[in-house]
C-alpha cells in the first residue's frame, strides 16, 4: 500500500474543507437548528411523545443521518468529478497508485467531512433537546459506516456524472426523497400497514432505524438486519468501484 | 546508450472504432530528448497517455526502466513525470501545496528542500504562495512542470510544452528542457512545431496516422533527407533558361534575375562546378550566390504528405 499517496490525497481534500470551514460549519449548525424550530417546537408540540421520546428528541437521529447521507455523498462525487471536470485527474491516472489507495484517500476525507458535520448537528441537538444515548459505540459504528458507505455511493456518483447536473440529480431526485421517506421524521409504525410494507424496500430505513436503536434503543427494523443492510451497502459499493477501476470505466479512455 | 522506455507494436482503437495507435514501435534511449511530430490527430498525445497510464492500449507492451506499465505499474509510473497539453491545475490551491501533492501522491516523503530547489529551478518559488488562478498561462505551464518533477522521474513527457506559448516564453521553455536534460532526465516531447524539434531535439520520430513514419537521429535526418538548393543571381534579368543550361534542371526566379539549381548533398558529384562552368560560358554575369539547406519542416510536410497519400 500506498501510504504516503493516500494521505496526500486525504490531506489534499481536508485542505478543501478547511478553506471552507465556516460554511462547513455553520451550514449544518443553521440547519438542524431551524428543524428544531420547524419540527421540534412549532409541530412537534402538537406531536404526542414516539414511543416514550418527544418528537424533538425522536428526530435527531434521523436529521443526523439526512445531513450525513448526503454530505458524504455530495462531498465524495464532488471530490473526485471536479479533477475530472478541470483535468487534473491525469495525475491521479499516471501516478503510482492503485483503486484502493484512490478511494481511500477520497472516500476517507468525504467520510471524515460528513462525520465532522455530524457530529456538530449531534451537539446542536444537544441545545435543544435531552438526549439520551443509550449504546454510545453502536452509535458511533453506524455513523462512521454510514458516513463511508454514501461516500463510497458519491465517489461511484462522481465517477459515473458526465456534468453538473447529473451530480445534483441523484442525491436531490433519489437519495433525499429515499431519506425523507426512510423514517427520519417519524417511526414506521405511525404509517397505514401498506406502507409499512413498501417502506420496508428502502434501504435507508434501516439504517435510520438502527441509529435510533443506538440512541434509545427502540428500532423499527432488527438491529441485525440493519447492520447487515449497512454492511451489505458498503461491500456492493466497494464491488462496483473495484470494478470502475479495472475497466477503467468513465475514467480511462 | 541504454534504453529506458521500450514500446512494442502498440495499439489503440478507441470505441468509435477509430485506429490511433497502428502498432508503434520505439525505443527511447536514457538521457536523449526525443522530439515526436506530427500533425493534430496523429496519435502524439495518445501515444503519450498509453505509456503514463491514462488510455488503456488495445494492444501491444510498454516498459519503462525495465518494468512492464501494467504489470508493474508501480514501479515503472514511478519514473514518469508527465506535463499535460491541457493547463489543468485546482484554481484555488497554492503553488507549493499544488507540487508537495504530487509528491506525496507518487509516494515520495514530505521534503521541503527539493520542492524549494524545483520551484526555484522553474522560477516560481516567489509565488509559491500564490493561489494557482492568479498565475498567467506560462506560469501554470512552469507549475505543471514543477509537479510532474516533483518525485524526481528519471522520465519527462512534455505534451506539446509550447502551444500558445509566446516566443519568449518558448525559448525559456527550451532552456528549461536543455537544463533537465543536463540533470540526466530522459525527456520525450510533442510538438507540431518543427523548428522547436529542430533546436533542442537529439532525435526525431514523425507520427502520422497512427504510425511512426521515422526516428531518427535529427542531425542524421537533415543530412539524410536534406536537399541543397543553390541560387545564383544575375546582373542581367533572363526571359527563359538557355538552351545551354537546359540539362540542369533549373529554375528561373525574382523576375528572372535568379537561377535555382537543388542538388543532393550526398551524391558524389553534385554537379555545381560544371554548372558554375556553364553559366559563365552561356554568357551570363554573377551577382551573388547564396546555397539554403532544406529544413525540418519541409522533410516532415514531404513524409506526411506521403503517408496521407498512402492512406488514399
Given amino acids: ?215 434509545y434503543g427502540m428500532a423499527d427494523v432488527p438491529i441485525g438486519l440493519s447492520l447487515l443492510a449497512i454492511g451489505g451497502f458498503t461491500l456492493a459499493c466497494l464491488a462496483v468501484i473495484w470494478w470502475i477501476f479495472r475497466t477503467g470505466w468513465r475514467i480511462r479512455n | 546508450m541504454s534504453d529506458i522506455v521500450e514500446i512494442r507494436d502498440l495499439r489503440k482503437t478507441y470505441a468509435g472504432g477509430f485506429e490511433a495507435l497502428k502498432g508503434v514501435t520505439l525505443n527511447i534511449h536514457e538521457g536523449e530528448i526525443l522530439a515526436l511530430l506530427g500533425p493534430n490527430g496523429a496519435g502524439k498525445t495518445t501515444l503519450i497517455s498509453t505509456v503514463c497510464g491514462i488510455t488503456q492500449a488495445s494492444g501491444g507492451s510498454v516498459h519503462v526502466g525495465g518494468f512492464d506499465i501494467l504489470e508493474e505499474f508501480r514501479a515503472a509510473r514511478s519514473m514518469i513525470g508527465l506535463v499535460p497539453q491541457e493547463i489543468a491545475l485546482e484554481p484555488f490551491e497554492k503553488v507549493i501545496s499544488t507540487v508537495r501533492f504530487s509528491r506525496g501522491l507518487f509516494g515520495k516523503p514530505r521534503d521541503d528542500a527539493r520542492i524549494e530547489a524545483i ?116 546582373s542581367e534579368p533572363l526571359t527563359a533558361i538557355p538552351e545551354a543550361l537546359a540539362s540542369y534542371a533549373l529554375e528561373l526566379r525574382g523576375d528572372g534575375c535568379a537561377l535555382v539549381y537543388s542538388y543532393d548533398t550526398r551524391a558524389e558529384r553534385t554537379g555545381i562546378t560544371t554548372l558554375l562552368n556553364d553559366v559563365a560560358a552561356a554568357g551570363l554575369v554573377l551577382r551573388d550566390m547564396q546555397t539554403r539547406q532544406t529544413s525540418l519542416e519541409e522533410i516532415f510536410v514531404d513524409l506526411v504528405a506521403a503517408a496521407e497519400g498512402d492512406a488514399a
Fill in chain 2, 119 to 234: 520551484l526555484k529551478k522553474l522560477s516560481l518559488w516567489d509565488k509559491r504562495d500564490n493561489q494557482l488562478k492568479e498565475l498567467s498561462g506560462g506560469m501554470k505551464r512552469r507549475v505543471l512542470i514543477a509537479k510532474a518533477l516533483a518525485h524526481d522521474p528519471r522520465v519527462l513527457f512534455l505534451d506539446e510544452p509550447t502551444a500558445g506559448v509566446d516566443v519568449e516564453l518558448r525559448r525559456d521553455m527550451w532552456e528549461t528542457v536543455a537544463e533537465l536534460k543536463a540533470d540526466g532526465v530522459t525527456i520525450i516531447l510533442t510538438t507540431h512545431y518543427i523548428e522547436e524539434a529542430e533546436a533542442i531535439a537529439d532525435r526525431v520520430g514523425v507520427i502520422a496516422k497512427g504510425e511512426l513514419m521515422l526516428v531518427e537521429d535529427k542531425d542524421d535526418l537533415m543530412r539524410q533527407m536534406g536537399k541543397k538548393q543553390i541560387e545564383v543571381q544575375l
Fill in chain 1, 1 to 215: 500500500m500506498n501510504f504516503t499517496a493516500i494521505m496526500a490525497i486525504y490531506k489534499f481534500e481536508m485542505a478543501r474543507f478547511f478553506r471552507t470551514l465556516m460554511q462547513s460549519f455553520l451550514s449544518p449548525v443553521l440547519s438542524t437548528s431551524l428543524y428544531f424550530v420547524v419540527f421540534g417546537a412549532a409541530i412537534g408540540s402538537r406531536i404526542d411523545e414516539v414511543e416514550g421520546v418527544s418528537y424533538g428528541a425522536f428526530i435527531v437521529p434521523g436529521l443526523i443521518m439526512l445531513s450525513v447521507m448526503t454530505q458524504a455523498i455530495s462531498n465524495a462525487s464532488f471530490g473526485i468529478y471536479f479533477p475530472k471536470f478541470i483535468g487534473t485527474i491525469y495525475e491521479l491516472l499516471s501516478a503510482p497508485v492503485n483503486f484502493l489507495e484512490i478511494v481511500c484517500g477520497y472516500v476517507g476525507a468525504a467520510a471524515t467531512k460528513a462525520l465532522f458535520i455530524g457530529l456538530v448537528i449531534l451537539v446542536t441537538a444537544h441545545f435543544f433537546v435531552d438526549l439520551e444515548i443509550q449504546h454510545p459505540l453502536a452509535m458511533l459504528a453506524f455513523l462512521v459506516l454510514t458516513c463511508l458507505s454514501f461516500a463510497l455511493l458519491g465517489f461511484i456518483l462522481g465517477i459515473w456524472a458526465g456534468n453538473f447536473e447529473q451530480l445534483q440529480l441523484v442525491p436531490l431526485m433519489i437519495v433525499t426523497p429515499l431519506v425523507f421517506l426512510g423514517g427520519s421524521f417519524y417511526s414506521i409504525s405511525m404509517l397505514p400497514p401498506v406502507w409499512q410494507t413498501v417502506t420496508l424496500f428502502n434501504p435507508v430505513v434501516y439504517l435510520i432505524s438502527g441509529f435510533r436503536w443506538s440512541f
